[in-house]
Structure formats: structure tokens, C-alpha cells
T-cell receptor, first 113, second 113 residues
Framework: EAGVVQSPRYKIIEKKQPVAFWCNPI?????LYWYLQNLGQGPELLIR????????DSQLPKDRFSAERLKGVDSTLKIQPAELGDSAVYLC???????????FGEGSRLTVL | GENVEQHPSTLSVQEGDSAVIKCTYS??????FPWYKQELGKRPQLIID?????GEKKDQRIAVTLNKTAKHFSLHITETQPEDSAVYFC????????????FGTGTRLAVRP
């Protein structure tokens, strides 16, 4: 069974540029999460989807961040424009429902110069 | 919302010794407490979890204990091996925090051969 797939694995951009990350969850997993992980810190939830509905986006900085999961399967997280402080690893995770184990992807490491 | 504190931030043990990592949480309504292991540059992976209706759970060399009254839970690793070296994150989740999984700041465990 394929795990959670994320791309790109690494991205280096200059500040004020846009960037997008893509995530394909495990087949059959209804719940999809985007987490932000700063160096030496635990993951912090940005947004949670139940199918195509964003049920918790309270931690998503909506002035520059956006996300979508149009068909309830794969998802895209966008940052526009990127700032220096956005440098971090963006983790995608999925679960069957929001009741048990989260399966994480390898993450997308963003460096903003 | 939920707040999870984790100690120690770093832990070094001799191979074969035991390691204990402790977490406290703030929301008495939290009912799910997983532990994730993250090796360098890899994705976090669930190693054990416990729900609030039990006080202890064991899986081979790994055990987790939960004290709901004191609002703390601990990870115990016995007979440590070099491959146990990683960062370990505790987390807590409950309905009153919107079913959001809140992670601790992580413990970097080094097992000396």
C-alpha cells in the first residue's frame, strides 16, 4: 500500500515568490491534514479536511496561505507571497477518520531566501 | 485550547538502559494520547498510543502510562538499542480542542553503543 505522497521534497525560493505543495493521501483516507514543523519543534496543525470540507483552518494564516482539496482526495497548500519566516517543513498526513493514527508524508522542506 | 509540554528535550542513555519521556497536558477532556517517532529527515511514525479509558499499554519494549488525575503521560523504552535514537513526540487530542492533535516539542533520544 502506498503511503502519503508529497511533492516537492525540497523547494528553495526567494521571499515574495509563490510556492505550492501537493499531497496525495492514502487511498480511502477521508481526513487530510497539513502541518507545519519548524526546526526542533513538534508539528503544528494548519488545516484539517474531512473529505473536501475544511473543518479546522483556525491556524492557517489566511492572508498568505490557502489550501484546497477539491475532489476530496489530493490537496494543495499554497503560500503567496512567501516570507523568510515560512522556512519550515510542511507535512501532510491522512487518517481513515479523525479518530486514530495519522500517517505522515515525508514532508516538503521550504527554504525562503 | 490544548497545551502539551514535554520533558526532557534531550536524553542520552547507554545501550541496554531504559529511557523515560514525560508529557503533561492542560485539557482534562483530552482522551487520546499517541507517541510518534521521527528519525532524522524522515516522517513521524506512530509507535504507540493510549486512550483515556486505560492507564497503561505495552508493546514489546515500549510502554505508555497515563495519569488522568495529574494530566500526564509517559513513554518508557526498555533495553534501548542504537536504532531507538530519534526524536519522540507526544500528543494529545480531545473534543474540547476541536479534535485537534496537539504535539509536544519533542525529545531527542541518543542511545550510546
Amino acid at each position: 500500500e502506498a503511503g502519503v505522497v508529497q511533492s516537492p521534497r525540497y523547494k528553495i525560493i526567494e521571499k515574495k515568490q509563490p510556492v505550492a505543495f501537493w499531497c496525495n493521501p492514502i487511498s480511502g483516507h477521508n481526513t487530510l491534514y497539513w502541518y507545519l514543523q519548524n526546526l526542533g519543534q513538534g508539528p503544528e496543525l494548519l488545516i484539517r479536511y474531512e473529505n473536501e470540507e475544511a473543518v479546522d483552518d483556525s491556524q492557517l494564516p489566511k492572508d498568505r496561505f490557502s489550501a484546497e482539496r477539491l475532489k476530496g482526495v489530493d490537496s494543495t497548500l499554497k503560500i503567496q507571497p512567501a516570507e523568510l519566516g515560512d522556512s519550515a517543513v510542511y507535512l501532510c498526513a491522512s487518517s481513515v477518520q479523525n479518530t486514530g493514527e495519522l500517517f505522515f508524508g515525508e514532508g516538503s522542506r521550504l527554504t525562503v531566501l | 485550547g490544548e497545551n502539551v509540554e514535554q520533558h526532557p528535550s534531550t536524553l542520552s542513555v547507554q545501550e541496554g538502559d531504559s529511557a523515560v519521556i514525560k508529557c503533561t497536558y492542560s485539557d482534562s477532556a483530552s482522551n487520546y494520547f499517541p507517541w510518534y517517532k521521527q528519525e532524522l529527515g524522515k516522517r513521524p511514525q506512530l509507535i504507540i498510543d493510549i486512550r483515556s479509558n486505560v492507564g497503561e499499554k505495552k508493546d514489546q519494549r515500549i510502554a505508555v502510562t497515563l495519569n488522568k488525575t495529574a494530566k500526564h503521560f509517559s513513554l518508557h523504552i526498555t533495553e534501548t538499542q542504537p536504532e531507538d535514537s530519534a526524536v519522540y513526540f507526544c500528543a494529545a487530542k480531545g473534543e474540547s480542542s476541536g479534535d485537534k492533535l496537539t504535539f509536544g516539542t519533542g525529545t531527542r533520544l541518543a542511545v550510546r553503543p
